[in-house]
């Protein structure tokens, strides 16, 4: 996987599958575009080909990092269908209530 990540920040930037590491082009079209889309100077950005899963992991850790308290909630809750569900089943109903607990608990109101 090729990728542009900026200097100052450590951030991925832009990553895609595919290229062909002996040709230096493929990453300097990916700098073009992403100093150009985004006017971040060329000298802060750097390019190069790394591990799928590692950059995949890297970006969603980015994405989590910026998300709000209540986006992270919302994305541990249970869905409509499982509190649909619950409304008819005991078991079930408490299950739900200890899973919203442990979300609460793990991304609490700032």
Known sequence: MRYVKQKSTG??????SGGD???PEHLQIMLDDVSRN???????????YGDDVEIVAEYQ???LAVKT???KRRME????LELTVALYDTDDKAAIEKRRADVKAKYPKP
């Open 21 to 23: 590491p002996s040709k």
């Open 77 to 80: 809750y249970p869905s409509i």
């Open 61 to 63: 850790a980015q994405d």
């Open 38 to 48: 985004r006017s971040i100077d060329l000298s802060d950005l750097e390019a190069g």
């Open 11 to 16: 951030r991925y930037l832009h990553a895609e």
């Open 69 to 71: 308290y209540a986006e």
